[in-house]
């Protein structure tokens, strides 16, 4: 059988996911059960909750861009070096690049940037680019020779392999890789904030934590974990399960 | 006939000691070595061997999916067409935009294409899976859709690498005999790969057999059977003889 699917650990990641995501619900209503437990026994009162809500939207606002920027770049280099006949000389050269610790490279964001929110931003591309990119690179590598052959004996030449071939392949790992750029982009976005010391969850977790765990930190702890299990519910949950039916061997 | 090398126009392709090479990183192996043989136009050749005899390779030279190292491939033919063993459908399109697939690269609209693609789909007696998409199919379903895909675009020459190998028997029955009535009506050139002894003589004017390492052209048989073929029949049981003993020296 041809795996339509380019890379063959996409298809099992696919797999797990979409199981472990049936049982999302019952974990996201847990985290907002205990939560409301702790709110009716009074643990969070002294929450400043705007506070926490603004510093959230910030901080998610940021994610979305950097996470628009990042799926433009990533999947257009990839689809590019995968189109082209150099993509075996690419590959070594970005995955030296990926291996670079990303919070290593703050201080150059910073130095070019200054503490603003673009810095932030430019930050977490440079961070959630990598699984998007090598996610679909994996997929039009791997992709089974007959498909490509298919695709080529069948006028998918030149500039139309990408549109019609090379995208629509490496759909699924575009998802996953944007699941890990994702969760990637969270610790990006937030660690950043923390040590530029610039609005948003990351400054609210740190102003809380100043003097040990408190109820704010705690209560922001909650408030994250829920969004991640809406976004990943509502959104990739969904995708992935479609993804999962429609590119099945 | 067998090792016709004359150039002349009632030859689809032309093959004149043609030899291949894998050089990549991995290994530098010959894959064929001094292939000759013609395909006459609307005719339908079959080529038969053991694994690593090459046919594959042999089928992405004649496509020109693979650069060959020496000899002369002389290609009288503009609109070819492969129907795949593994099938080798875009498992994002349904089986419509499959078979149509052909007819949009090449820039026809989107409504004649559909027409056309819903039109071959019944040929191949699919009429009424057009939405389906690959992985809601039987691999005959699929083969069918493979099938409906190389037609819509009206080839002068169909390359079949080994079409029934992962159908059942009831299966590649209905669709050898679908690929007949197709032949005739079409007259297009068909050459196939094929790894059953009694399906290459049903099916074949000519059988190309060939050797492995490196994969070589051992002998060329016609089939001069009348049509439609008594596969019950003494002089068909004959020609099976004939061939495994053939297959049996190459092996």
């Known amino acids: 059988m041809i795996r339509s699917v380019g890379h063959p650990q996409n298809r099992a ?23 409301a437990l702790l709110w009716f026994l009074g643990d969070f009162g002294s929450v400043a909750w705007p506070a926490l809500g603004a510093a959230i939207l910030q901080t998610t606002y940021r994610l979305a ?31 030296v690049l990926q291996n670079l610790p990303s919070f290593a490279l703050i201080p150059l964001f910073i130095y070019f940037l200054g503490f603003t929110n673009q810095m932030i931003i430019l930050f977490a591309v440079s961070s959630i680019i990598w699984p998007i990119l090598f996610a679909v690179l994996n997929a039009i590598k791997s992709a089974h020779k007959d498909l490509s052959d298919a695709a080529t004996i069948f006028g998918a030449h030149g500039w139309k392999r990408i549109p019609y071939y090379l995208a629509p392949l490496s759909y699924p790992a575009i998802l996953t890789g944007s699941i890990v750029g994702i969760a990637i982009g969270w610790e990006a976005v937030i ?59 | 006939m067998p090792n016709d090398m004359s150039h002349s126009s009632d030859m689809a392709l032309v093959l004149s000691r043609v030899s291949a090479r894998f ?11 001094d292939i000759s043989f013609s395909l006459p136009k609307g005719s339908f050749v079959s080529i038969i061997g053991p694994s690593g005899a090459g046919k594959s390779t042999l089928m992405r030279v004649i496509l020109g999916l693979m650069e060959h190292e020496s000899g002369e491939v002389v290609r009288d033919f503009e ?54 998409y690959p992985s809601q ?34 299966t590649s029955e209905s669709l050898k005999a679908d690929l007949l009535r197709i032949w005739r009506s079409y007259g297009m050139t068909i050459l196939m790969v094929n790894h059953l002894i009694p399906d290459a003589i049903e099916l074949s004017d000519q059988i190309i057999v060939m050797e ?8 060329t048989l016609s089939v001069d059977l009348p049509r439609p073929r008594d596969v019950r029949g003494p002089q068909f049981f004959k020609e099976v003889d004939v061939l495994t003993e053939v297959i049996r020296k190459v092996s």
């Open chain 1, 13 to 35: 990641w696919h797999r797990s996911h979409t199981r472990n995501y049936r049982n999302a619900w019952f974990i996201m209503a847990g985290a907002i059960g205990i939560a």
């Open chain 1, 65 to 95: 861009l950097a996470y628009g920027i990042a799926l433009l770049l990533g999947v257009a280099i990839a689809l590019l070096v995968g189109w082209s006949p150099f993509a075996d000389f690419f590959f070594p050269f970005f995955d």
């Open chain 1, 191 to 249: 660690g950043a904030e923390i040590i530029a010391n610039i609005t948003g969850f990351g400054d609210f977790i740190k102003t809380a934590s100043a003097t040990g765990i408190s109820q704010a930190s705690v209560a922001g702890t909650f408030a994250i974990l829920v969004i991640v299990f809406v976004i990943n519910r509502l959104v990739w949950a969904p995708l992935l399960a479609e993804s999962s039916k429609r590119y099945a061997e």
């Open chain 2, 23 to 33: 050089n990549d990183e991995k290994k530098n192996v010959l894959a064929l070595k």
């Open chain 2, 79 to 132: 609109r070819p067409a492969m129907v795949f063993q593994n099938y080798a459908l875009f498992p994002w399109l349904n089986a419509r935009d499959n078979v149509a697939f052909g007819l949009r690269m090449s820039g026809m609209d989107r409504k004649k294409r559909e027409h056309i693609a819903c039109e071959k789909l019944k040929e191949v007696g699919l009429e009424r899976l057009e939405d389906h």
């Open chain 2, 137 to 170: 199919l039987s691999g005959g379903q699929r083969q069918r859709v493979g099938l409906a895909r190389a037609l819509a675009i009206s080839p002068d020459l169909l390359i079949m690498d080994e079409p029934f190998s992962n159908l059942d028997t009831i």
């Open chain 2, 212 to 219: 492995a390492h490196p994969g070589r052209v051992e002998k």
